[in-house]
Structure formats: structure tokens, C-alpha cells
């Protein structure tokens, strides 16, 4: 797969399971062995990778991803996105805050 393909396919990716919770989709974008790494989390997986999105989705259900940058080479994909969201329920023991989020760094390279 070309390089503009795979990074297509991540975007798509973060669109479909980030943004509109389309995980029963999640096989088509990744392989069994997909590494999800954000600041003080690792997902590993599909089964993983699922969980953890479910989580997300149920915290914070209006949470939308945007991608800021991509790397790829040969079969990886590197992607930096920015995460928005309202905290409507309990994530990790932290009950809702009904405040807002915005993560991501604008001046991190990719």
C-alpha cells in the first residue's frame, strides 16, 4: 500500500471509530497486533483497542479527533491528533465534570 493510502486510511480510521463510534469496523482499519499510545495509556490489540474506545465514547460522547499530522512508512502509520470533548460520565475513577477538553500539542512534531 502506497504511503498517501495509509495515511487516507488512518484518517479514516480516527473519523469512523474516534468520531461517529463505528468499532465494529475496527478489524477493517487494523491488524489483531494494533498499538494505541497516548500520554499515560496503551492500548494493545483489537480487543483492546476496543475497550478503550468504549470508554472513550462513554465519558466523553461528543468527542471528536482531528488530525494535525502523519508519518508513514512502509506498513506504519504515526498519527498526532487533537482530542475535544465534554466529560458527561466516569472515566478511571474520576466521576463526570461536565467541563470540556482539548489535548494535543500545537507545536509537537510529529
Known sequence: ??????????????????????????????????????????????????????????????FVATVEGQLAEGDLVAVRYRGRGTHSSEMFGIPATGRSIDYGHPDAAV
Open 1 to 62: 500500500m502506497q504511503t498517501h493510502d495509509l495515511k487516507g486510511l488512518a484518517g479514516r480510521f480516527l473519523e469512523a471509530a474516534f468520531n461517529r463510534g463505528e468499532l465494529d469496523l475496527l478489524a477493517e482499519y487494523m491488524t489483531e497486533d494494533v498499538a494505541l499510545h497516548d500520554p499515560g495509556l496503551e492500548l494493545r490489540g483489537l480487543d483492546g483497542l476496543r475497550q478503550g474506545l468504549i470508554r472513550l465514547r462513554r465519558a466523553f460522547p461528543d
